[in-house]
């Protein structure tokens, strides 16, 4: 058996981080079991997905290294679920409803007030032809409940039935079908609502392993029996815990935030955003994976804790300076070249200004230091400035080499006695116009002595 899992986002927003969380959940189990992912877009709600979110979340799947098997649309595969549907009717298990929201919502409140749970109570399954005919007549539609098996003969006394299944992160779970109403499968336009299609799929591409928030543990009982009806075996489920802000707020597509759109913006690695949000709320430590075959290496399911993960985008920066100060010349070099650093500089450049990056792009700041000098000079004291003369009269001649700087400040500290702070503060704002950043030594080659000299005050 191929193990096979699948991402199946609603395409109404752009994707956040905690969305990316269940997308390489399932990725990197699949990487672990040599299995298949498929990239599955459940767009059911006609109104509210659109295709250039689809294409939206295709992008950045891609951007953290997510390449899907296979991509599926529901809205594609309704001749499918119709005869899903036509075999649950034969079966007796879906029937037809006439209430109204406002009646549904009357009947949870009076059932509140006896003390029961506000679930629905079947009352659909008690209209006599009559009353269905004059439901009809009125022009009300009918939408289309699943009844659950939660009764031995008689469904409107329904008695506790549990469903259980050993929860790959969350161990064994339990959820009493008597406790839920029965699902809405079919609105009264006749489309659909997400359970049904998403069971249907499963069985039909062949899913082993589901996995996905903790939000759905009380629905996967409902979808356990689901597949029970249409006599599939159900896959194995495992439920994460979901992500929140530092305040503890859910994150949402609708409103953007810490969307994989605007981290990426913010210039932030994929690896960054990945390995924070795999490891968040882990019994492993929260640490910048070079790439997603390492991060599989760090990857559990059953190490995930059962309370929510605060998210801290501080996080993010400082998983991003850890890769940004170990990343190859190679991995930036096309990017560095977007950026306009290019040509026999640019990979010394490179090893010497990345230990001082927070993104990417900031090297930019550093290649026009390098290339063109401070942008704005530097203001010294009358000492100091005497101090820079007469140390830029004992600049080494050509040919230098990897020893230049060390062999300048040496003759430097000789002629004038300054050592430490005193000595090589003036030198950089002079040569870079920053009280700190790369080391001297490093930049100093690559500036040469005529680009040196030019920064002479």
């Not at 953007?256 to 924070?276: C, K, N, T, Y």
Request: proline content about 6%; aromatic content about 8%; glycine content about 8%.
């Amino acid at each position: 058996m191929t193990v096979t899992v699948r991402f199946a986002p609603s395409p109404t927003g752009r994707i956040h981080i905690g969305n990316a969380r269940t997308a390489l959940f399932n990725w990197l189990f699949a990487m672990n079991n040599k299995g298949r992912f498929i990239q599955r877009f459940d767009d059911t709600d006609i109104a509210r997905s659109k295709q250039e979110f689809a294409d939206s979340i295709l992008y950045d799947l891609h951007w953290l290294g997510i390449f899907p098997d296979a991509t599926e649309y529901q809205s594609r595969r309704v001749d499918i679920y119709d005869a899903a549907v036509e075999r649950l009717k034969a079966a007796r298990v879906l029937y037809a409803c006439y209430e109204t929201p406002e009646e549904l919502d009357l009947r949870r409140k009076v059932r509140r007030t006896r003390g029961l749970p506000p679930v629905y109570g079947r009352e659909a399954l008690t209209l006599t032809p009559e009353q269905v005919a004059e439901y009809q007549s009125d022009g009300r539609k009918p939408h289309w409940r699943f009844l659950l098996p939660n009764f031995t003969s008689d469904p409107l006394q329904p008695e506790r039935t549990e469903v259980h299944w050993n929860d790959l992160v969350r161990g064994e779970e339990t959820v009493d079908l008597a406790s839920l109403s029965d699902p809405v499968l079919v609105r009264e336009d006749g489309t659909y609502l997400y359970t049904l299609p998403s069971v249907v799929d499963d069985i039909e591409m062949g899913v082993t392993h589901v996995i996905r928030g903790d939000d759905h543990v009380t629905n996967t009982g409902v979808q356990i029996a689901l597949f029970q009806a249409l006599e599939a075996e159900p896959p194995v489920f495992g439920h994460h815990n979901l992500l929140t802000t530092v305040s503890g707020e859910g994150l949402s597509k609708r409103t953007g935030a810490l969307s994989i759109e605007s981290l990426r913006g913010d210039g932030i690695e994929p690896m960054a955003v990945a390995s924070l949000a795999v490891l968040v709320g882990t019994s492993e430590n929260v640490a910048a994976a070079h790439d997603l075959a390492e991060l599989a290496s760090h990857f559990d399911p059953a190490a995930t804790s059962k309370s929510a993960a605060k998210f801290d985008p501080d996080e993010l920066f400082v998983l991003n300076r850890t890769l940004m100060h170990h990343m190859p010349f190679a991995e930036a070099r096309d990017r560095l070249i977007v950026l306009g650093i290019s040509g026999d500089r640019a990979e010394p450049f490179w090893l010497a200004v990345r230990g001082n990056l927070d993104r990417l792009a900031d090297a930019v700041v550093w290649w026009r230091i390098v290339d063109q000098g401070p942008q704005e000079p530097a203001e010294f004291s009358g000492e100091d400035r005497d101090f820079l003369h007469q140390a830029f009269d004992l600049l080494p001649e050509e040919p230098w080499n990897g020893t230049v700087w060390k062999d300048w400040t040496g003759k430097i500290r000789e002629a004038t006695g300054r050592k430490g702070k005193a000595l090589f503060m003036p030198l950089r704002l002079a040569l870079t116009g920053q009280p700190s950043g790369p080391e001297l030594a490093d930049l100093l080659p690559l500036l040469g002595r005529e680009g040196t000299m030019a920064r002479r005050p």
